[in-house]
């Protein structure tokens, strides 16, 4: 007896099918009307496959007006298709099948944007239709892989004998990181529960416990503003955590993990380790950011002492880094004028560039400002040669170096030596425990649970600027991946390092009760870090924006436009939770 849906999957069908009765399930994806004899294209989870209705038949006419994205079910017979007609862009491309009969399972109203062909939709409207929106091949295509890239990881990090371990979500808010999504207790007046931010504590009490090895592929909830790589509301983590472990331990799991992970997904862009280590200070004087993009080659070099107190008060006691391009010489006006609006697009006043010629002269709109001296310094400071062009950043340090760090991209692409079609890794080493805040206090620069480097001597006798902490990034292409740290397992070092950022010790036991208690029972030494998921998966599937890798996500105004949340709540719930609404009238 048949199955009162399918006999098969849309992609299963093949050659050795032919002549055989089968039903198949799915929704009208395409309709081709070719000199009478009627072609429907049938989708399902699986693929797609051709069906053939005639004139004669009776389904033809019902086929010819039912509406596109209606559900079908159909019976019918397995034909060979002609040599010429055989198309191999689909798993079931030598055969079609000629319906006999059709059942409509369910009709689809007038679409709101078309599903195929696929047309350029604003993202209200597919955010609004977010059902809609998933059948179509390029979010189809990310939901699967994002499913594809989970399992995998899952398997790589169970073979490797980490413990898959799942951490509470209502849990206690915490004075640190970002601002926390409060959950009101029904049984406990006036109190709150918070959505976990990251598993941080929870992980670190799991070592505590003895359990060695731990991963989870977390959700984490921050209530911050939405960008292109971060979700607001929600995002997906895989958590890892280890004990008696040093830094390179941690390196040299997740460095196989994500070679081979790629390796699987983007075998042709070439991830090796190990991924290079760069103290965070180098990275910020080589690169202008602690997120370098090592797919372009090119540097920045600091040059404002040579402009010290020059007669060129455009540069004058003004920070100035310049990033040197060579082999430039035969590119038009335009590679530098295109240039200098890419850097105005990220803030700056203006981009100024030089040009050094055969005999090391210089051209450019400022080579008349530029002394022999400063020129001489210039072209060894920068390794130029004839040919070498050289732009310019000038003005206070951040916002030069924010600056010229995406101006040393935007270089090398447009000069041809940018790696498009690679994933360049790197860890970002040696953070500063701590640094100065805008009232002039020291105050974590990090992760406040982060080893100190020198532990309790460090604490006790550096200036604490100068203190480093066992804490890395791992960037790729640009991107944080994930924080990370070798954390503090010794309750005298924790008071003392919160104590240096102006936390007392009633302060520490009140904000963190749990942890410092459980430290002072047997704690471990041990290190962990946490990729971002969504920025794996936004990566692998060549996307800018991570909702393009979410099956539901929040629009960048932190509402879910297909559910309707953020929700009113009526005042009888609101009375349950001992809440009193207040909303802040208009200006």
Not at 212 to 237: K, N, V
Not at 472 to 485: F, H, K, P, R, T
Request: glycine residues 6%.
């Amino acid at each position: 007896m048949m199955h009162p849906y399918r006999s098969h999957t849309c992609a299963e069908l093949g050659s050795s099918d032919v002549d055989h009765d089968v039903r198949l399930s799915g929704w009208l994806h395409n309709r081709r009307d070719l000199g009478g004899v009627l072609f429907i294209d049938l989708r399902d989870n699986y693929g797609i496959v051709q069906l053939v209705a005639r004139p004669e038949s009776q389904v033809f006419a019902q086929l010819s007006h039912l509406p596109k994205e209606s559900v079908i079910r159909v019976d019918g017979k397995v034909l060979c298709r002609a040599p010429e007609n055989v198309n191999p862009e689909i798993a079931s491309g030598e055969i079609e099948v000629e319906v006999t009969t059709l059942d409509v399972l369910g009709t689809c109203a007038p679409l709101p944007f078309h599903i195929f062909p696929e047309e350029k939709v604003n993202e209200e409207a597919r955010l609004r239709y977010r059902f809609l929106d998933l059948r179509r091949q390029r979010m189809r295509h990310n939901i699967l892989l994002r499913s594809a890239v989970i399992t995998s990881i899952r398997q790589k990090m169970t073979a490797r004998g980490f413990f898959d371990m799942q951490t509470p979500i209502l849990s206690a808010t915490s004075p640190e990181g970002a601002r926390d999504f409060l959950v009101p207790s029904r049984n406990h007046t006036g109190k709150f529960y918070a959505l976990p931010q990251a598993p941080q504590q929870f992980k670190q009490l799991l070592m505590i416990s003895g359990f060695d090895r731990y991963f989870q592929i977390a959700p984490c909830f921050r209530d911050e503003d939405s960008r292109a790589d971060r979700s607001p509301g929600e995002f997906y983590q895989l958590d890892i955590e280890m004990s008696f472990v040093e830094q390179e331990d941690v390196f040299g799991v997740v460095e196989e993990v994500f070679v081979e992970l790629f390796t699987e997904f983007a075998p042709d862009r070439g991830t090796v380790a190990p991924f290079p280590r760069i103290a965070y200070r180098d990275a910020m004087r080589r690169f202008g950011t602690d997120k370098p993009d090592l797919r372009s080659p090119l540097e920045l070099v600091d040059v404002s002492e040579l402009f010290r107190d020059s007669d060129f008060k455009a540069f004058a006691n003004e920070h100035v880094r310049v990033v040197a391009v060579h082999d430039v010489a035969d590119k038009p006006r335009s590679f530098y004028d295109k240039l200098a609006e890419f850097a105005v697009e990220q803030g700056a006043a203006g981009l100024a560039w030089v040009k050094i010629g055969d005999d090391h002269a210089l051209s450019g709109p400022i080579a008349k400002f530029l002394t022999e001296t400063v020129t001489d310094k210039l072209i060894a400071a920068v390794d130029g040669r004839p040919g070498t062009a050289v732009f310019f950043g000038a003005g206070h340090e951040a916002d030069v170096a924010r600056v010229m760090s995406d101006v040393r991209v935007e270089a090398a692409r447009r000069a041809g030596i940018f790696e498009e079609d690679a994933y360049r890794f790197c860890w970002v080493v040696d953070f500063p425990m701590y640094e100065k805040a805008d009232d002039g206090s020291i105050q974590f620069s990090h992760n406040p649970f982060s080893m100190p480097q020198g532990g309790l001597d460090a604490l006790r006798n550096c200036e604490p600027l100068d203190i480093l902490a066992w804490q890395y990034d791992i960037v790729c292409n640009g991107i944080e991946l994930s924080s990370g740290a070798v954390r503090n397992h010794d309750p005298a070092i924790m008071y003392e390092a919160f104590a240096i950022a102006g936390y007392d010790k009633t302060h520490v036991d009140a904000d963190f009760g749990g942890m410092i208690r459980a430290l002072q029972y047997g704690a471990p030494p041990h290190a962990g870090i946490a990729p971002g998921v969504d920025r794996i998966i936004m990566l692998l599937a060549d996307e800018r924006n991570l909702r393009e890798t979410i099956a539901f996500p929040l629009n960048q105004n932190a509402q879910d436009l297909l559910m309707g949340a953020p929700t009113e709540i009526g005042p009888q719930r609101l009375r349950e939770l001992h809440i009193d609404v207040r909303v802040p009238k208009t200006q």
